[in-house]
Each structure stands twice: as C-alpha cells, then as structure tokens.
C-alpha cells in the first residue's frame, strides 16, 4: 500500500521560506498526478500547486503563483514545495496527495485524488 509522509512544516515570520517535502514508501509508484493542498480549520481544502501530464506539466493557485514552487524527485520518490515570501494567509495544515486527473483544474481538485499524506503545519507570524 503507498503511503504518503510529509515533512518540512514549522513556524516563520511573513517574508520567510520553508520547504516541504512529501516522501513515498512504495517499492515503486505511478500516478498521473501529484499535488499539494492546504486547509485551515472551517475551510474547505484549497489546491495549491500540481504536476500532472506523466510529470509534464505545472499549475498553481493564483494565490501562490510566483512564490511557491512545485517539483519531484523520482529517483528519491519525493515531492516537493518551496514556500517563499510567506504571509500569515498561507498558515495552514498542508498535505501532499497523488491521484488522476487530465487538466489544470482537476489537478487542483481534491475528488481526483486517492492517496494522501497525514499533512503537516505552516504557521506565519506577521
């Protein structure tokens, strides 16, 4: 069963970085699509960034566009997101998560996705 691990969560001051990293424990793992989500308490969970496509293709929530980015590591089965000029709007629990999907707007949908990590904290002092 693939399971996924994240890491990299922590507290910072607006302005700051982190960078989280979701691992896989599968011996080998295939999947369409890979994203990070995000989700604070009473909110529904927001999509923030995908690679979908075979690993071909990029999207983004326009609210991190231009700060956060993105990628994969396929011989070490990790996902990756640099979190850069935080603001205390991107406190959330942040998880990683692997699915199917054929768009830019699936990839940011959380129905198409099965197999998600336990999440991991962001706080952002302002």
């Known amino acids: 069963q693939v399971q996924l691990v994240e890491s990299g969560g922590g507290s910072v001051e607006a302005g700051g970085s982190l960078r989280l990293s979701c691992g896989v424990s599968a011996d080998s793992w295939s999947t369409s699509c890979v994203a990070w989500f995000r989700q604070t308490p009473g909110e529904a969970r927001e999509g923030v960034a995908a690679i979908y496509d075979g690993g071909r293709r990029f999207t983004y929530a326009d609210s991190v566009k231009g700060r956060f980015t993105i990628s994969q590591d396929s011989a070490k089965n990790t996902l990756y997101l640099q979190l850069n000029s935080l603001t205390p709007d991107d406190a959330a629990t942040y998880y990683c998560?692997?699915?199917?999907?054929?768009?830019?707007?699936?990839?940011?949908?959380?129905?198409?996705?099965?197999?998600w990590g336990q999440g991991t904290q962001v706080t952002v002092s302002s």
């Open positions: 998560a692997a699915g199917g999907c054929l768009s830019a707007a699936q990839a940011l949908t959380q129905n198409y996705y099965n197999i």
